[in-house]
Structure formats: C-alpha cells, structure tokens
C-alpha cells in the first residue's frame, strides 16, 4: 500500500521543471517533493524517441528507489515519447505536461485556432495535436519547433533584443495562421513568456501547461487518496533536488526560477539505474 | 603488437568533430577513420569534469572494441577536461585538439597577446592558458566562453545578423585586449569563421586546431610506425561513423560539413561501455 505521506517525484532534463515544481509548491503547499533534473544528459529536446524513452525509464527507476508515491513528467519531451510507455510499467500514477496543456489550451480558445511551440520532439512528435483533436476534433493545430529558445534561456537573456529577434521568426508563422491559444510547450518558455506575449499580441493567451499541471495533480491525489496528511514539521527534507551532473549551474539557475532558496541537490550517477 | 592497418578512433560530443575528421582526411588520405559522435548526450561544454571523464572513458572503451591503432579526442571539452587522465590508463596513442591547437597559436602570435574562445568547460578549465604559459611564459592569454555559438551554428545561422549580434558581445572584450591571434577552442567554431574574422578584424589570426591536430597525428603515426601500408580499395569500408543518439540529425548535418558524403552512421548505446 502506498504511503500517502511519501513524496511527489517530478523530473525534467534538467533545470525547466522547476517551473511546475513552482506551481506544486503553491497548489499543494503541505506535499513533499524529490526532484531530479539530468543534467549531465540534458537538452532532451533534440534527441530521439528510443533515447528519450531509456532515459526517462532509468529516472523513474531512480524515483521508485525514493520512494515516491506519483511521478510527474515535468518535461514536454519525455511527456511526448515516453510517458504512454513508461506508465504501462510502473505501478504508481504518473503524468505528464501534456494532456493538462491540452485541456488549458481547449478551454482557452474561442476561434479553435492553437499554436503549439515546444523542442524540436515534442513538436515532431505531433502529440499535442493529436490529444488536442482527440478532445475537439475541429480544432485546428499549428506547432513549430524553437530550438533557440532553451540555449537564449540558460545564457539569461531573457528580456534581450535577440531573443525577440529569434521569437519573432519562430512566431511569425503563427501569427499568419490567426491562432488565438499559444501553447507554451516546452518548460524553460515561460521564462520569456513577455516576450512571447508582446510579439503574439493581446489577442492569443499564452498557456503555461505547468499550472494546469499541478492542478491535475492535486485532483489525482485526491481521487487516490494520496494527499499527505501529516504536517511539515522544521528539518523534515521536504523537498529534495537531485541531478545528474555536478549541481553548482543549476543551483544558480534553480534559485532564480524558486524563490524558495534551494540549499543544495545531490549529484548521482543515472546511468546505473 | 599494434596493426598499422588498423582504423584511427575519433570522437566528439556531436557532430563538430567532424571538422577535424575532415583535416584528417585531407591530409592523411590513406589512413581508415572510426567516429564516435555522443549524440545522446551532447553537450559536453557546459557539462563537469567528472562526468566528461566517465563519457570519454566509455566512448575510448567503445573505440577500443573497434581495434583502433590510436585516439583523437576531436571536443575541446574532452580534451581539457579528460585526456590527461584516460590516456595514463590507456594502451594506445591517444592526442587531443588542445595541445596543438596552443602550437599554432603560438607560431602564430607576434605580440604574445592571444584570445581563446571555447565552450563553458574549455575556458573554465584553464587549459589553453597552462600550456600556453608551459611553453611560452611571457604570453598574456584571455579566455571566453560563448555557450550560444554551438546553438547557433547546429541551427544552420552560420551567416546571420543574430549570430553577429552575438559574435560582437562575447568578442567585445578580447577586442578590448588587443590580441593578435584567436584560437577557436571549439570544433563547431571554424564554421562562423567568417563572422568571427569579420568581427575580430584583419589584425588576428584565427587558429582552427583542427588543421594542426590532424598535422600531428601523421607525425605521431609516423614516429611509431603506424601509417597504413595497405591501399584502399573499393568496398573496405574505409570511413565509419557511429553515434549514439539516432543518426538522422546527424546525417544532416555532417554531410554540410563533410563533402565526401557520408551515407550511414550506427547507433550504438554507449552507456554499455
């Protein structure tokens, strides 16, 4: 039997899934988290399906061996080629950032027009267009691939006139197909999501999936009746960060996404799980 | 005893290597090429010591499966950070890109003042600048590190106002320095040359290492006796690539920088090594 009390895993390729760390902190203040984000192995974005599927394999593995009681795909691309895998093995709720996107972005449009943008996998993958006719079949979905943007926000510019350059060339595809929904695909993009949101114009929302994410995972909880119960009590580790690869880089960009102050993250070798 | 015959291993974090697959190529047109590409974990310039090390020592394992006569570490990175250690523990000539790429720096300067430009690894390692000063302890050496550039050249901007953009903010300061010579301390590198000439001006050299790299290991198969004596024939399988992501991306990209048209690339899973 799962204990209720046990910890929430959540992973990403590395640092941009501390964006829905964030928002479980916010929504589910009394819930524990293990985090790991694989540094020594990140972007996730560019790589394929096979690789993607055995990475994320090995870090749910990992997780288990933490004893958390549901894991969480804080990645859009391991959301995209690994999760309906994956999920069939374990025995422990998991989601991922996709499906909750999907509902925002269905409940967010009025013209039915959505743009997706994500890594060059998740697009490729072409699941948000298929959940998104899954729920609404005459919905009509563009994607476009942004590979630029995770490399302009790891290098901080995130209010930086190269940034908008780049942007506008990804968006202006979008911008042509009359979308009025902006699907933030990818964890690292609601760091430029002014950006993102002066050159789309005050007529498309942005959805940050990591929101709708979190809100999910509180109603599953609580559909499971693994909502933890006891109190957070001082020095009880309620939430721990592990990586991959040595942790002082994403100590500091961890720090500038959570205000939290994360105090340290213990590096491991994923490779042998 | 070593088979003269035998293939030399070459590796890299990617597909940059290849610029120094191409030198090897062209200058030594006898000789049979085995290229491991780490697609699966690329980058390794914003990547630790540590786990550079335990890539490189995995990737040297796999080369050694294929009965190389010698080693070029074509990254960099692995040459800062790895190649000191692997090649104590290794049976086999091994040369990386650092150590001549300061040679021809050196030949090259007159004032003594040299810019080194690398990924975050490279320049953070400090290894151009030791051995530099090794050989030459009057020379003033300034080191930058330009995560963006790796980004911006595999998204094909080779020529293009966001890559100058971005060229003129890292060179500022080493133009600031008044150095003579430049030294591409990335394989990726010498395919914006042409910006990076641009910007720097006529003054300074730019040293590709790649170029004196593929100069030294003639010199060293040379001085042990292992240049290939057979001849090439057709169907011997002269030149093989293999990565460990799926090749696809791979292929793109190395046949623009390779114009011998490579036709197929093998992915292997590399953390079995």
Redesign the interface.
Known sequence: MTDQNAPIGVFDSGVGGLTVVKEIMHQIPNERIVYFGD???VPYG???K??IT?YSRQIVRFLQTRKVKAIVAACNTASAYALDEIEKEVDLPMIGVVKPGVKAALSATRNGRIGVIGTEGTVRSGIYSQYIKEMEPGADITGKAC??FV??V??GLWQD??TD??AKRYLSELIGENIDTLVLGCTHYPLIRETLGRIMGQGVVLVNPAYETARELLELLEEKALLRCEESRLGDNKYEFFV???SE?FMRFANSIIKYGILSAKTI?I?EY
Chains 1, 2 share one sequence.
Do not use: M
Request: proline share 12%; charged share 40%; aromatic share 0%.
């Open positions: 540094t020594a192995r560019s790589k394929s096979e690789t055995r590979p630029l490399p302009l790891e290098e006139p190269v350059e780049i991959s690869d040595s880089k070798n490779e």
